[in-house]
Nanobody
Framework: QVQLVESGGGLVQAGGSLRLSCTSSGRTASSYTMGWFRQAPGKERAFVGAVAWNGINTYFADSVKGRFTISRDNAKNTVYLQMNSLKPEDTAIYYC????????????????WGQGTQVTVSS
């Protein structure tokens, strides 16, 4: 089991940037694919993007491609979600999650979750 803690959420104006962090603990944390999801009020949790254990391979939802990037520093057991050109529709609680496979996008495929961090984008 991997324990995850997100940080870095906040309030930002449309067009601005924000970087979220997810720190993991556990003996095999660095070997997992790390994903980011978000959930807006009244909506289902949605996949945002993920990064493989090597920090090189990534994949994203179409809605954030070209605006969001993901990186990881395995020495610090931390994954980052860099969000640029933010839009009001990006407002949500953002969660990081871990899976032992590369490629999944469904929440059910991720076994470990953080508690979430709120991101609010004002227009």
């Amino acid at each position: 089991q991997v324990q995850l803690v997100e940080s870095g959420g906040g309030l930002v104006q449309a067009g601005g940037s924000l970087r979220l962090s997810c720190t993991s603990s556990g003996r095999t944390a660095s070997s997992y694919t790390m994903g980011w999801f978000r959930q807006a009020p009244g909506k289902e949790r949605a996949f945002v993007g993920a990064v493989a254990w090597n920090g090189i391979n990534t994949y994203f939802a179409d809605s954030v491609k070209g605006r969001f990037t993901i990186s990881r520093d395995n020495a610090k057991n931390t994954v980052y979600l860099q969000m640029n050109s933010l839009k009001p529709e990006d407002t949500a609680i953002y969660y990081c999650a871990a899976t032992d496979r590369f490629g999944p996008t469904r929440p059910a495929d991720f076994g470990s979750w953080g508690q979430g961090t709120q991101v609010t984008v004002s227009s």
